[in-house]
Protein backbone atom coordinates (compact mmCIF):
# COMPACT_ATOMS: atom_id res chain seq x y z
CA UNK A 1 0.00 0.00 0.00
CA UNK A 2 2.74 2.21 0.99
CA UNK A 3 4.45 1.26 -2.27
CA UNK A 4 1.21 2.46 -4.39
CA UNK A 5 0.89 5.91 -2.78
CA UNK A 6 4.73 6.45 -3.37
CA UNK A 7 3.73 5.72 -7.06
CA UNK A 8 0.74 7.88 -7.06
CA UNK A 9 2.54 10.48 -5.48
CA UNK A 10 5.63 10.64 -7.48
CA UNK A 11 3.09 10.42 -10.75
CA UNK A 12 1.55 13.67 -9.66
CA UNK A 13 4.62 15.33 -8.57
CA UNK A 14 6.03 14.83 -12.32
CA UNK A 15 2.54 15.77 -13.69
CA UNK A 16 2.99 18.97 -12.21
CA UNK A 17 5.82 19.45 -13.81
CA UNK A 18 5.06 18.95 -17.38
CA UNK A 19 1.27 21.24 -16.73
CA UNK A 20 4.09 23.99 -16.15
CA UNK A 21 6.17 23.33 -19.11
CA UNK A 22 3.29 23.23 -21.26
CA UNK A 23 1.72 26.47 -19.34
CA UNK A 24 5.66 27.89 -20.66
CA UNK A 25 5.45 26.75 -23.96
CA UNK A 26 2.06 28.48 -24.68
CA UNK A 27 2.79 31.91 -23.46
CA UNK A 28 5.95 31.91 -25.22
CA UNK A 29 4.26 30.39 -29.03
CA UNK A 30 1.31 32.90 -28.31
CA UNK A 31 3.49 35.87 -27.91
CA UNK A 32 4.74 34.55 -30.52
CA UNK A 33 2.18 34.98 -33.17
CA UNK A 34 1.25 37.96 -35.01
CA UNK A 35 -0.88 40.68 -33.97
CA UNK A 36 -3.06 40.92 -30.60
CA UNK A 37 -7.05 41.39 -29.27
CA UNK A 38 -6.27 45.33 -29.55
CA UNK A 39 -4.72 45.65 -33.20
CA UNK A 40 -8.63 45.43 -34.73
CA UNK A 41 -9.65 48.31 -32.62
CA UNK A 42 -6.78 50.43 -34.08
CA UNK A 43 -8.39 49.81 -37.41
CA UNK A 44 -11.47 51.85 -35.92
CA UNK A 45 -11.18 55.46 -36.20
CA UNK A 46 -13.89 55.83 -33.11
CA UNK A 47 -11.90 54.40 -30.77
CA UNK A 48 -8.57 56.59 -30.13
CA UNK A 49 -4.96 55.97 -29.75
CA UNK A 50 -5.38 56.96 -25.93
CA UNK A 51 -8.28 54.33 -25.43
CA UNK A 52 -6.26 51.21 -26.64
CA UNK A 53 -3.27 52.12 -24.55
CA UNK A 54 -5.12 52.44 -21.20
CA UNK A 55 -7.00 48.78 -22.29
CA UNK A 56 -3.70 47.87 -22.83
CA UNK A 57 -2.49 49.09 -19.60
CA UNK A 58 -5.32 47.94 -17.82
CA UNK A 59 -5.27 43.76 -18.58
CA UNK A 60 -1.43 44.05 -17.80
CA UNK A 61 -0.52 43.66 -21.28
CA UNK A 62 2.06 46.14 -21.53
CA UNK A 63 4.22 43.94 -18.97
CA UNK A 64 7.29 42.03 -20.62
CA UNK A 65 6.37 37.89 -20.51
CA UNK A 66 7.59 36.35 -17.52
CA UNK A 67 5.46 39.25 -14.93
CA UNK A 68 2.93 38.57 -16.96
CA UNK A 69 3.28 34.81 -16.29
CA UNK A 70 3.45 35.07 -13.15
CA UNK A 71 0.45 37.56 -12.36
CA UNK A 72 -1.53 34.56 -14.76
CA UNK A 73 -0.22 31.64 -12.16
CA UNK A 74 -1.11 33.92 -9.40
CA UNK A 75 -4.93 33.83 -11.25
CA UNK A 76 -4.83 30.44 -11.58
CA UNK A 77 -4.06 29.75 -8.31
CA UNK A 78 -7.50 32.20 -7.31
CA UNK A 79 -9.11 30.25 -10.07
CA UNK A 80 -10.02 32.80 -12.23
CA UNK A 81 -7.32 31.31 -14.89
CA UNK A 82 -6.51 35.34 -16.39
CA UNK A 83 -9.05 37.46 -17.83
CA UNK A 84 -10.95 37.52 -21.39
CA UNK A 85 -10.47 40.43 -23.42
CA UNK A 86 -13.62 39.82 -25.52
CA UNK A 87 -15.93 39.25 -22.56
CA UNK A 88 -14.02 41.19 -20.50
CA UNK A 89 -14.26 38.36 -17.65
CA UNK A 90 -12.34 35.85 -15.80
CA UNK A 91 -11.88 32.76 -18.14
CA UNK A 92 -12.74 30.14 -15.63
CA UNK A 93 -16.39 30.26 -15.62
CA UNK A 94 -16.64 30.76 -19.55
CA UNK A 95 -14.37 27.68 -20.13
CA UNK A 96 -16.34 25.62 -17.55
CA UNK A 97 -19.66 26.25 -18.73
CA UNK A 98 -18.31 25.06 -22.35
CA UNK A 99 -16.29 22.65 -20.74
CA UNK A 100 -19.35 20.81 -19.65
CA UNK A 101 -20.75 20.67 -22.79
CA UNK A 102 -18.14 19.36 -24.86
CA UNK A 103 -17.46 16.54 -22.06
CA UNK A 104 -21.13 15.63 -22.37
CA UNK A 105 -20.69 14.86 -26.17
CA UNK A 106 -17.45 13.23 -25.66
CA UNK A 107 -18.43 11.46 -22.53
CA UNK A 108 -21.06 9.63 -23.96
CA UNK A 109 -19.59 9.23 -27.30
CA UNK A 110 -16.19 7.34 -25.93
CA UNK A 111 -18.46 5.17 -23.09
CA UNK A 112 -20.66 4.33 -26.74
CA UNK A 113 -17.64 3.84 -28.62
CA UNK A 114 -15.37 1.53 -26.18
CA UNK A 115 -19.28 -0.49 -25.24
CA UNK A 116 -19.09 -1.15 -28.99
CA UNK A 117 -15.33 -1.26 -30.01
CA UNK A 118 -14.37 -3.98 -27.12
CA UNK A 119 -16.95 -7.13 -28.28
CA UNK A 120 -16.49 -6.30 -31.71
CA UNK A 121 -12.87 -6.51 -31.57
CA UNK A 122 -12.94 -9.55 -29.15
CA UNK A 123 -14.93 -10.98 -31.91
CA UNK A 124 -12.96 -10.12 -34.85
CA UNK A 125 -9.94 -11.85 -33.14
CA UNK A 126 -11.57 -14.83 -32.35
CA UNK A 127 -13.60 -15.50 -35.45
CA UNK A 128 -10.33 -15.20 -37.37
CA UNK A 129 -9.41 -18.67 -37.29
CA UNK A 130 -12.77 -20.27 -38.02
CA UNK A 131 -14.86 -17.53 -39.96
CA UNK A 132 -12.20 -15.66 -41.95
CA UNK A 133 -15.05 -13.70 -43.61
CA UNK A 134 -16.26 -11.57 -40.24
CA UNK A 135 -12.80 -10.66 -39.77
CA UNK A 136 -12.26 -9.56 -43.34
CA UNK A 137 -15.31 -7.85 -43.09
CA UNK A 138 -14.22 -5.44 -39.88
CA UNK A 139 -11.31 -4.89 -41.47
CA UNK A 140 -12.87 -3.53 -44.87
CA UNK A 141 -15.26 -1.50 -43.27
CA UNK A 142 -12.61 0.08 -40.47
CA UNK A 143 -10.22 0.82 -43.08
CA UNK A 144 -13.42 2.38 -45.24
CA UNK A 145 -13.89 4.37 -42.02
CA UNK A 146 -10.49 5.43 -41.03
CA UNK A 147 -9.59 6.92 -44.38
CA UNK A 148 -12.79 9.26 -44.35
CA UNK A 149 -12.19 12.68 -42.58
CA UNK A 150 -14.15 13.63 -39.32
CA UNK A 151 -15.39 16.77 -41.05
CA UNK A 152 -16.52 14.81 -44.37
CA UNK A 153 -18.49 12.46 -41.87
CA UNK A 154 -20.07 15.42 -40.17
CA UNK A 155 -21.40 16.97 -43.05
CA UNK A 156 -23.06 13.82 -44.41
CA UNK A 157 -24.55 13.43 -41.01
CA UNK A 158 -26.18 17.04 -41.41
CA UNK A 159 -27.27 16.60 -45.20
CA UNK A 160 -29.01 13.73 -43.83
CA UNK A 161 -30.38 16.10 -40.97
CA UNK A 162 -31.67 18.21 -43.66
CA UNK A 163 -33.01 15.71 -46.21
CA UNK A 164 -34.95 13.78 -43.57
CA UNK A 165 -35.34 16.13 -40.48
CA UNK A 166 -34.56 12.96 -38.20
CA UNK A 167 -32.08 14.80 -36.41
CA UNK A 168 -31.88 18.32 -35.37
CA UNK A 169 -29.67 20.25 -37.67
CA UNK A 170 -26.68 21.70 -35.04
CA UNK A 171 -27.71 23.25 -31.65
CA UNK A 172 -27.36 21.77 -28.17
CA UNK A 173 -31.31 22.87 -27.06
CA UNK A 174 -34.58 23.89 -29.56
CA UNK A 175 -35.04 27.67 -28.60
CA UNK A 176 -38.82 27.19 -27.48
CA UNK A 177 -39.03 23.99 -25.59
CA UNK A 178 -42.00 21.77 -26.79
CA UNK A 179 -42.25 20.35 -22.98
CA UNK A 180 -41.15 22.50 -19.98
CA UNK A 181 -40.96 18.84 -17.30
CA UNK A 182 -37.23 17.37 -17.14
CA UNK A 183 -38.32 14.31 -19.03
CA UNK A 184 -39.15 16.71 -22.16
CA UNK A 185 -35.55 19.13 -21.70
CA UNK A 186 -33.88 15.72 -21.48
CA UNK A 187 -35.36 14.47 -24.88
CA UNK A 188 -34.49 17.42 -26.78
CA UNK A 189 -30.71 17.48 -25.43
CA UNK A 190 -30.67 13.97 -26.76
CA UNK A 191 -32.01 14.75 -29.98
CA UNK A 192 -29.57 17.01 -30.69
CA UNK A 193 -26.95 15.11 -29.17
CA UNK A 194 -27.52 11.66 -31.78
CA UNK A 195 -26.02 13.86 -34.76
CA UNK A 196 -22.32 14.87 -33.19
CA UNK A 197 -22.63 11.81 -31.08
CA UNK A 198 -22.59 10.16 -34.46
CA UNK A 199 -20.12 11.82 -36.18
CA UNK A 200 -17.26 11.18 -32.78
CA UNK A 201 -18.53 7.54 -32.23
CA UNK A 202 -18.20 6.26 -36.11
CA UNK A 203 -15.07 8.58 -36.16
CA UNK A 204 -13.12 6.92 -33.13
CA UNK A 205 -14.34 3.42 -33.86
CA UNK A 206 -12.39 1.97 -36.30
CA UNK A 207 -8.87 2.80 -34.21
CA UNK A 208 -10.47 1.82 -30.69
CA UNK A 209 -11.30 -1.79 -32.71
CA UNK A 210 -8.58 -2.37 -34.44
CA UNK A 211 -6.22 -1.77 -31.02
CA UNK A 212 -8.76 -3.75 -29.27
CA UNK A 213 -8.08 -6.66 -32.44
CA UNK A 214 -5.15 -6.44 -32.35
CA UNK A 215 -4.03 -6.99 -28.61
CA UNK A 216 -6.41 -10.12 -28.73
CA UNK A 217 -4.74 -11.49 -31.06
CA UNK A 218 -1.48 -11.08 -29.07
CA UNK A 219 -2.80 -12.07 -26.23
CA UNK A 220 -4.26 -15.19 -27.87
CA UNK A 221 -0.68 -15.90 -29.84
CA UNK A 222 1.13 -16.20 -25.91
CA UNK A 223 2.63 -19.03 -25.46
CA UNK A 224 0.81 -19.52 -22.39
CA UNK A 225 -2.68 -19.55 -23.54
CA UNK A 226 -1.72 -22.44 -25.89
CA UNK A 227 -0.10 -24.18 -22.79
CA UNK A 228 -3.74 -23.91 -21.13
CA UNK A 229 -5.51 -25.03 -24.56
CA UNK A 230 -3.01 -27.87 -24.39
CA UNK A 231 -4.25 -28.83 -20.58
CA UNK A 232 -7.83 -28.63 -22.28
CA UNK A 233 -9.19 -25.75 -20.71
CA UNK A 234 -12.69 -24.19 -21.75
CA UNK A 235 -12.75 -21.90 -24.70
CA UNK A 236 -14.42 -19.09 -22.29
CA UNK A 237 -12.31 -19.31 -19.58
CA UNK A 238 -9.35 -19.04 -22.00
CA UNK A 239 -10.95 -15.70 -23.36
CA UNK A 240 -12.17 -14.27 -20.40
CA UNK A 241 -9.31 -15.77 -17.47
CA UNK A 242 -6.21 -15.76 -19.51
CA UNK A 243 -6.40 -13.61 -22.81
CA UNK A 244 -8.11 -10.82 -21.83
CA UNK A 245 -6.32 -9.66 -18.97
CA UNK A 246 -3.24 -10.49 -21.51
CA UNK A 247 -4.90 -7.75 -23.42
CA UNK A 248 -5.69 -5.21 -20.93
CA UNK A 249 -2.44 -3.52 -20.58
CA UNK A 250 -2.01 -1.60 -24.09
CA UNK A 251 -5.96 -0.97 -23.98
CA UNK A 252 -5.72 0.69 -20.78
CA UNK A 253 -3.26 2.40 -22.06
CA UNK A 254 -5.20 3.39 -24.92
CA UNK A 255 -8.44 4.12 -23.00
CA UNK A 256 -6.63 6.69 -20.70
CA UNK A 257 -5.78 8.36 -23.76
CA UNK A 258 -9.59 8.10 -24.93
CA UNK A 259 -10.15 9.89 -21.63
CA UNK A 260 -7.22 12.37 -21.68
CA UNK A 261 -8.53 13.77 -25.51
CA UNK A 262 -12.01 14.19 -24.08
CA UNK A 263 -11.82 17.82 -24.27
CA UNK A 264 -10.18 17.85 -28.02
CA UNK A 265 -11.66 15.39 -29.51
CA UNK A 266 -14.69 16.78 -30.52
CA UNK A 267 -13.19 20.38 -31.59
CA UNK A 268 -13.57 20.44 -34.99
CA UNK A 269 -16.97 18.00 -34.98
CA UNK A 270 -18.70 21.01 -32.51
CA UNK A 271 -17.70 24.40 -34.68
CA UNK A 272 -19.47 22.10 -38.23
CA UNK A 273 -22.58 21.13 -35.75
CA UNK A 274 -22.17 23.94 -34.11
CA UNK A 275 -22.42 22.25 -30.72
CA UNK A 276 -21.94 24.91 -27.94
CA UNK A 277 -19.20 23.52 -26.34
CA UNK A 278 -15.11 24.38 -25.78
CA UNK A 279 -14.28 24.08 -29.89
CA UNK A 280 -16.15 27.30 -31.21
CA UNK A 281 -15.28 29.06 -27.87
CA UNK A 282 -11.85 28.17 -28.99
CA UNK A 283 -11.74 29.14 -32.57
CA UNK A 284 -13.24 32.49 -32.11
CA UNK A 285 -10.70 33.15 -29.02
CA UNK A 286 -7.74 31.92 -31.55
CA UNK A 287 -9.39 34.26 -34.12
CA UNK A 288 -9.35 37.55 -31.89
CA UNK A 289 -6.16 36.93 -30.35
CA UNK A 290 -8.42 36.37 -27.10
CA UNK A 291 -4.78 35.34 -25.29
CA UNK A 292 -5.87 34.03 -21.63
CA UNK A 293 -8.91 31.74 -23.33
CA UNK A 294 -6.80 30.21 -25.77
CA UNK A 295 -3.99 29.15 -23.01
CA UNK A 296 -6.91 28.36 -20.22
CA UNK A 297 -8.55 26.02 -23.20
CA UNK A 298 -5.04 24.47 -23.91
CA UNK A 299 -4.57 23.92 -20.01
CA UNK A 300 -7.70 22.65 -19.61
CA UNK A 301 -7.16 20.15 -22.44
CA UNK A 302 -3.68 19.14 -21.30
CA UNK A 303 -4.99 18.71 -18.15
CA UNK A 304 -7.29 15.86 -19.10
CA UNK A 305 -4.63 14.09 -21.44
CA UNK A 306 -1.98 14.30 -17.72
CA UNK A 307 -5.44 12.94 -16.00
CA UNK A 308 -5.88 10.06 -18.30
CA UNK A 309 -2.80 8.84 -18.80
CA UNK A 310 -2.11 9.03 -14.69
CA UNK A 311 -5.31 6.78 -14.37
CA UNK A 312 -4.14 4.68 -16.68
CA UNK A 313 -0.54 4.59 -15.24
CA UNK A 314 -2.60 3.76 -11.66
CA UNK A 315 -4.82 1.11 -13.04
CA UNK A 316 -2.16 -0.81 -15.13
CA UNK A 317 0.00 -0.73 -11.66
CA UNK A 318 -3.03 -2.34 -9.94
CA UNK A 319 -3.58 -4.53 -12.66
CA UNK A 320 0.11 -5.93 -14.02
CA UNK A 321 1.44 -7.93 -10.85
CA UNK A 322 5.26 -7.54 -12.96
CA UNK A 323 4.98 -3.60 -12.44
CA UNK A 324 3.55 -3.72 -8.84
CA UNK A 325 6.36 -6.05 -7.92
CA UNK A 326 9.26 -4.08 -9.72
CA UNK A 327 8.12 -0.82 -8.87
CA UNK A 328 8.74 1.05 -12.57
CA UNK A 329 9.16 4.90 -11.95
CA UNK B 1 -11.33 -49.84 -24.36
CA UNK B 2 -8.87 -52.36 -24.45
CA UNK B 3 -6.92 -53.30 -21.52
CA UNK B 4 -4.72 -55.73 -23.17
CA UNK B 5 -3.31 -53.15 -25.35
CA UNK B 6 0.32 -53.16 -26.47
CA UNK B 7 0.80 -49.33 -26.27
CA UNK B 8 -0.34 -46.90 -24.48
CA UNK B 9 0.28 -44.24 -27.39
CA UNK B 10 0.02 -44.86 -30.84
CA UNK B 11 0.63 -42.73 -34.25
CA UNK B 12 -0.59 -44.23 -36.92
CA UNK B 13 -0.01 -42.77 -40.42
CA UNK B 14 0.12 -38.88 -39.86
CA UNK B 15 0.34 -36.33 -42.24
CA UNK B 16 0.08 -32.41 -41.61
CA UNK B 17 0.71 -29.71 -44.73
CA UNK B 18 0.75 -26.18 -43.57
CA UNK B 19 -0.37 -23.81 -46.42
CA UNK B 20 0.84 -20.27 -46.80
CA UNK B 21 -0.23 -17.47 -48.78
CA UNK B 22 -3.46 -15.85 -49.47
CA UNK B 23 -5.61 -15.65 -52.08
CA UNK B 24 -3.92 -13.15 -54.61
CA UNK B 25 -0.51 -15.19 -53.16
CA UNK B 26 1.49 -17.99 -54.59
CA UNK B 27 0.59 -20.72 -52.16
CA UNK B 28 3.21 -22.71 -50.37
CA UNK B 29 2.89 -26.19 -48.87
CA UNK B 30 5.14 -26.96 -45.86
CA UNK B 31 4.67 -30.67 -45.38
CA UNK B 32 5.20 -30.58 -41.59
CA UNK B 33 4.29 -34.40 -41.35
CA UNK B 34 4.69 -36.98 -44.19
CA UNK B 35 3.17 -40.13 -42.98
CA UNK B 36 4.37 -40.68 -39.11
CA UNK B 37 4.03 -43.54 -37.41
CA UNK B 38 4.99 -44.39 -33.86
CA UNK B 39 4.05 -46.25 -30.75
CA UNK B 40 5.09 -45.89 -26.87
CA UNK B 41 4.72 -48.88 -24.71
CA UNK B 42 3.51 -48.11 -20.65
CA UNK B 43 6.53 -47.04 -18.81
CA UNK B 44 8.87 -46.24 -21.49
CA UNK B 45 10.30 -43.43 -22.90
CA UNK B 46 10.79 -42.68 -26.89
CA UNK B 47 13.06 -39.78 -27.67
CA UNK B 48 12.46 -38.33 -30.65
CA UNK B 49 15.21 -36.01 -32.14
CA UNK B 50 15.91 -33.65 -35.20
CA UNK B 51 16.97 -30.44 -36.81
CA UNK B 52 14.86 -27.67 -36.28
CA UNK B 53 11.44 -27.40 -38.49
CA UNK B 54 11.86 -31.67 -38.64
CA UNK B 55 8.52 -31.44 -37.54
CA UNK B 56 8.79 -32.73 -34.17
CA UNK B 57 6.85 -29.93 -32.62
CA UNK B 58 3.81 -30.29 -34.64
CA UNK B 59 4.08 -33.97 -33.85
CA UNK B 60 3.31 -33.34 -30.16
CA UNK B 61 0.84 -30.36 -31.07
CA UNK B 62 -1.41 -33.29 -33.22
CA UNK B 63 -0.94 -35.92 -29.97
CA UNK B 64 -2.24 -33.92 -27.47
CA UNK B 65 -4.87 -31.76 -30.00
CA UNK B 66 -3.70 -28.54 -30.76
CA UNK B 67 -3.40 -29.26 -34.35
CA UNK B 68 -5.24 -31.48 -36.38
CA UNK B 69 -3.88 -34.15 -38.24
CA UNK B 70 -5.07 -33.73 -42.04
CA UNK B 71 -4.26 -37.64 -42.28
CA UNK B 72 -4.00 -40.61 -39.72
CA UNK B 73 -4.94 -41.32 -36.12
CA UNK B 74 -4.57 -41.39 -32.60
CA UNK B 75 -5.17 -44.57 -30.56
CA UNK B 76 -4.90 -43.98 -26.50
CA UNK B 77 -5.00 -47.08 -25.00
CA UNK B 78 -5.89 -48.35 -28.44
CA UNK B 79 -8.85 -46.35 -28.82
CA UNK B 80 -8.98 -43.90 -31.58
CA UNK B 81 -9.45 -40.68 -30.26
CA UNK B 82 -11.22 -39.04 -33.80
CA UNK B 83 -13.53 -41.43 -33.05
CA UNK B 84 -14.70 -40.00 -29.45
CA UNK B 85 -16.74 -37.15 -29.71
CA UNK B 86 -16.23 -33.88 -27.44
CA UNK B 87 -17.44 -34.96 -24.44
CA UNK B 88 -15.60 -37.95 -24.49
CA UNK B 89 -12.81 -36.69 -25.93
CA UNK B 90 -12.15 -34.19 -22.72
CA UNK B 91 -11.19 -37.59 -20.35
CA UNK B 92 -9.03 -39.20 -22.85
CA UNK B 93 -6.97 -35.85 -23.14
CA UNK B 94 -6.33 -35.85 -19.74
CA UNK B 95 -4.07 -38.43 -20.37
CA UNK B 96 -1.75 -37.21 -22.25
CA UNK B 97 -0.29 -33.79 -21.23
CA UNK B 98 2.38 -31.86 -23.02
CA UNK B 99 5.50 -30.02 -21.53
CA UNK B 100 6.65 -26.67 -23.03
CA UNK B 101 9.45 -25.43 -24.67
CA UNK B 102 9.54 -22.38 -22.72
CA UNK B 103 8.39 -22.56 -18.98
CA UNK B 104 8.63 -18.75 -18.66
CA UNK B 105 6.28 -17.77 -22.10
CA UNK B 106 3.81 -21.08 -20.45
CA UNK B 107 2.65 -19.85 -17.14
CA UNK B 108 0.54 -17.55 -17.07
CA UNK B 109 2.28 -14.30 -15.36
CA UNK B 110 -0.54 -12.59 -13.72
CA UNK B 111 -1.69 -16.17 -11.63
CA UNK B 112 0.57 -17.44 -8.58
CA UNK B 113 1.94 -20.80 -8.57
CA UNK B 114 -1.13 -22.31 -7.14
CA UNK B 115 -3.25 -21.27 -9.20
CA UNK B 116 -1.17 -22.53 -12.06
CA UNK B 117 -0.83 -25.96 -11.06
CA UNK B 118 -4.76 -26.50 -9.60
CA UNK B 119 -6.27 -25.07 -13.23
CA UNK B 120 -6.14 -27.91 -15.22
CA UNK B 121 -8.14 -29.79 -12.15
CA UNK B 122 -10.69 -26.62 -11.76
CA UNK B 123 -11.57 -27.59 -15.57
CA UNK B 124 -11.50 -31.17 -15.65
CA UNK B 125 -14.19 -30.73 -12.55
CA UNK B 126 -13.67 -33.63 -9.84
CA UNK B 127 -13.02 -32.11 -7.09
CA UNK B 128 -13.87 -29.44 -4.38
CA UNK B 129 -11.54 -26.28 -3.95
CA UNK B 130 -10.02 -27.67 -0.82
CA UNK B 131 -9.20 -30.64 -2.66
CA UNK B 132 -8.18 -29.17 -5.55
CA UNK B 133 -5.20 -26.80 -3.52
CA UNK B 134 -4.43 -30.02 -1.39
CA UNK B 135 -3.63 -32.30 -4.33
CA UNK B 136 -1.87 -29.27 -6.47
CA UNK B 137 0.41 -28.37 -3.17
CA UNK B 138 0.85 -31.79 -2.71
CA UNK B 139 2.08 -32.12 -6.74
CA UNK B 140 4.17 -28.85 -6.06
CA UNK B 141 6.00 -30.36 -2.91
CA UNK B 142 6.89 -33.74 -5.40
CA UNK B 143 8.21 -31.88 -7.92
CA UNK B 144 10.34 -30.21 -5.44
CA UNK B 145 8.79 -26.70 -4.89
CA UNK B 146 8.03 -25.60 -1.27
CA UNK B 147 4.42 -24.93 -0.61
CA UNK B 148 5.88 -21.58 1.15
CA UNK B 149 6.10 -20.40 -2.83
CA UNK B 150 2.19 -21.21 -3.39
CA UNK B 151 1.24 -17.33 -3.50
CA UNK B 152 4.55 -16.61 -5.79
CA UNK B 153 4.02 -15.76 -9.37
CA UNK B 154 5.99 -17.10 -12.52
CA UNK B 155 8.73 -14.51 -12.90
CA UNK B 156 9.86 -14.80 -8.98
CA UNK B 157 10.80 -18.22 -10.12
CA UNK B 158 14.19 -19.30 -11.22
CA UNK B 159 14.25 -21.36 -14.66
CA UNK B 160 14.36 -24.41 -13.62
CA UNK B 161 11.81 -23.97 -10.76
CA UNK B 162 9.31 -23.11 -13.48
CA UNK B 163 10.01 -25.92 -15.17
CA UNK B 164 9.24 -28.00 -12.40
CA UNK B 165 6.03 -26.02 -11.72
CA UNK B 166 5.09 -26.63 -15.68
CA UNK B 167 5.54 -30.56 -14.61
CA UNK B 168 3.65 -30.23 -11.83
CA UNK B 169 0.66 -28.66 -14.02
CA UNK B 170 1.11 -31.25 -16.15
CA UNK B 171 1.06 -34.05 -13.29
CA UNK B 172 -2.05 -32.95 -11.64
CA UNK B 173 -4.42 -34.29 -14.00
CA UNK B 174 -2.66 -37.87 -14.06
CA UNK B 175 -1.93 -38.23 -17.23
CA UNK B 176 -0.12 -41.82 -18.38
CA UNK B 177 2.11 -39.77 -21.26
CA UNK B 178 3.66 -36.47 -20.98
CA UNK B 179 5.53 -34.96 -24.13
CA UNK B 180 8.40 -33.20 -23.20
CA UNK B 181 9.43 -30.74 -25.45
CA UNK B 182 12.50 -29.32 -25.16
CA UNK B 183 12.59 -29.17 -21.74
CA UNK B 184 15.73 -28.70 -21.00
CA UNK B 185 16.91 -25.89 -23.22
CA UNK B 186 18.36 -22.99 -21.47
CA UNK B 187 18.83 -25.11 -18.23
CA UNK B 188 22.58 -25.56 -16.86
CA UNK B 189 23.84 -29.35 -16.83
CA UNK B 190 22.81 -29.22 -13.22
CA UNK B 191 19.45 -28.69 -12.99
CA UNK B 192 19.24 -30.22 -16.62
CA UNK B 193 20.31 -33.26 -14.31
CA UNK B 194 17.96 -32.33 -11.50
CA UNK B 195 15.43 -32.35 -13.75
CA UNK B 196 15.95 -35.49 -15.64
CA UNK B 197 15.86 -37.50 -12.15
CA UNK B 198 12.82 -35.81 -11.00
CA UNK B 199 11.39 -37.38 -14.68
CA UNK B 200 12.87 -40.87 -13.95
CA UNK B 201 11.55 -40.92 -10.04
CA UNK B 202 8.13 -40.33 -11.70
CA UNK B 203 8.07 -42.66 -14.46
CA UNK B 204 9.16 -45.19 -11.76
CA UNK B 205 6.63 -43.96 -8.92
CA UNK B 206 3.62 -43.20 -11.43
CA UNK B 207 4.13 -45.47 -14.08
CA UNK B 208 4.62 -42.29 -16.68
CA UNK B 209 5.27 -43.17 -20.64
CA UNK B 210 7.35 -39.94 -21.89
CA UNK B 211 7.84 -38.48 -25.34
CA UNK B 212 11.04 -36.45 -24.79
CA UNK B 213 11.42 -34.37 -27.56
CA UNK B 214 15.11 -32.68 -28.29
CA UNK B 215 17.90 -32.03 -30.41
CA UNK B 216 20.68 -33.29 -28.02
CA UNK B 217 21.33 -36.59 -28.27
CA UNK B 218 23.49 -37.04 -24.74
CA UNK B 219 20.46 -36.22 -23.05
CA UNK B 220 17.74 -37.90 -25.23
CA UNK B 221 19.68 -41.26 -24.81
CA UNK B 222 20.53 -40.76 -21.10
CA UNK B 223 16.30 -40.86 -20.39
CA UNK B 224 14.99 -42.71 -23.34
CA UNK B 225 14.42 -46.36 -24.37
CA UNK B 226 13.93 -46.00 -27.94
CA UNK B 227 15.15 -42.86 -30.18
CA UNK B 228 13.16 -41.64 -33.51
CA UNK B 229 14.93 -39.40 -35.43
CA UNK B 230 13.31 -37.35 -37.27
CA UNK B 231 13.75 -35.11 -40.72
CA UNK B 232 11.48 -32.99 -43.09
CA UNK B 233 8.36 -34.43 -41.31
CA UNK B 234 9.47 -37.91 -41.40
CA UNK B 235 10.53 -40.12 -39.18
CA UNK B 236 13.73 -41.92 -41.12
CA UNK B 237 15.49 -44.04 -38.27
CA UNK B 238 13.50 -45.79 -35.34
CA UNK B 239 15.47 -48.36 -33.30
CA UNK B 240 16.20 -48.79 -29.51
CA UNK B 241 18.86 -46.36 -27.61
CA UNK B 242 21.78 -48.94 -27.95
CA UNK B 243 20.90 -49.80 -31.53
CA UNK B 244 20.88 -46.43 -32.35
CA UNK B 245 24.02 -45.87 -30.31
CA UNK B 246 26.28 -48.33 -32.29
CA UNK B 247 24.27 -47.81 -36.06
CA UNK B 248 25.52 -44.06 -35.25
CA UNK B 249 29.23 -45.08 -34.53
CA UNK B 250 28.61 -47.22 -37.59
CA UNK B 251 27.05 -44.24 -39.61
CA UNK B 252 30.12 -41.68 -38.79
CA UNK B 253 32.72 -44.02 -39.93
CA UNK B 254 31.37 -45.07 -43.15
CA UNK B 255 29.66 -42.08 -43.94
CA UNK B 256 27.61 -43.57 -46.56
CA UNK B 257 23.80 -43.56 -45.93
CA UNK B 258 23.82 -41.51 -42.83
CA UNK B 259 22.81 -38.26 -44.84
CA UNK B 260 19.09 -38.33 -43.33
CA UNK B 261 21.06 -38.79 -39.71
CA UNK B 262 23.17 -36.24 -40.18
CA UNK B 263 20.99 -33.66 -41.45
CA UNK B 264 18.24 -34.29 -38.77
CA UNK B 265 21.19 -33.76 -36.60
CA UNK B 266 22.52 -30.66 -38.19
CA UNK B 267 25.67 -29.97 -36.83
CA UNK B 268 25.52 -31.35 -33.49
CA UNK B 269 28.46 -32.84 -32.02
CA UNK B 270 26.94 -33.62 -28.64
CA UNK B 271 28.16 -37.30 -29.50
Not at chain 1, 287 to 295: E, K, M, T
Not at chain 2, 58 to 68: D, P
Not at chain 2, 172 to 187: A, S, T
Request: one cysteine or more; glycine letters at 8%.
Amino acid sequence: MYRSMWFIVRRLFYSLFLLLGVSVLSFVFLQFAPGNFFDEMRLSPQISRQTIADLHRQYGMDKPLPVRYFSWLQSVAKGDWGVSFAYNAPVAPLILERSANTLLLTGTATLLSWTIALPAGILCAVARRRQPWIDHAADLLTTLLLVTPDLLLALGVLWIALHTRWLHAGGMLSAELPDENLWGHLKDLASHLIGPLIVLVVGSLPVLLRHVRAAMLDALDLPCIQAVQAHGISHPRILFRHALPGAAAPLISLFGFSLGSLLSASLLVEVVMNWPGLGPLLLEAILARDFYVVIAAVMFSALFLVGGMLLADVLLFFLDPRIRTEGIA
Amino acid sequence: MHPSSEFVLEARCLSKTYTQGRWWQRKFHCRALDNVSLALRPGRTLALVGASGSGKTTLAMCIVGLENPDVGEILLNGMSLRSLNKSAQMPARREIQLIFQDSAGALNPRMSAIHIVEEPLLIHGQCSRVERLEFALTMMEQVGISSNWMDRLPHEFSGGQRQRLAIARALVLKPRVLILDEVFVGLDLSIQGQIANLLLDLQQTAGLSYICISHNLAIAGQIADTIAVMDQGRIVVHSSTEEFFNRWQHFNTTSLSSAPVRSAMGAHSGV
